[in-house]
């Protein structure tokens, strides 16, 4: 079993920032995918990015590229979210995954643990 736990979300302004940390802890592995996705009231749940463990390469979500980044920090077991220039659409629960597999994936479905979610209200 792997334990997610986000924390970082908020409230902020329009064109602010925003960083999200998620710690993975339990059974880890290198080869897993870190991702993550995001649900905002009566939408399904979206794919942001994710960031290959072990590679460090990186698949961004059309709607975040240039504005979000995703990182990790091996020693920590923490994958970090960046969110710059933030906009309204961005609000959601913003959600950690890890999937068992190496390469990055955008389906939610592939993903077998999750965090409990982290709210990012994003103000005009």
């Known amino acids: 079993q792997v334990q997610l736990v986000e924390s970082g979300g908020g409230l902020v302004q329009a064109g602010g920032s925003l960083r999200l940390s998620c710690v993975a802890s339990?059974?880890?592995?290198?080869?897993?995918?870190m991702g993550w996705f995001r649900q905002a009231p009566g939408k399904e749940r979206e794919f942001v990015l994710a960031?290959?463990?072990?590679?460090?390469?990186?698949t961004y979500a059309d709607s975040v590229k240039g504005r979000f980044t995703i990182s990790r920090n091996n020693a920590k077991n923490t994958v970090y979210l960046q969110m710059n220039s933030l906009k309204p659409e961005d609000t959601a629960v913003y959600y950690c995954?890890?999937?068992?597999?190496?390469?990055?994936?955008?389906?939610?479905?592939?993903?077998?643990?999750w965090g409990q979610g982290t709210q990012v209200t994003v103000s005009s």
């Open positions: 995954a890890a999937h068992t597999k190496a390469l990055a994936t955008m389906t939610s479905t592939s993903y077998d643990y």
């Open positions: 339990g059974r880890t592995s290198s080869r897993y995918t």
């Open positions: 960031i290959s463990w072990i590679s460090g390469s990186t």
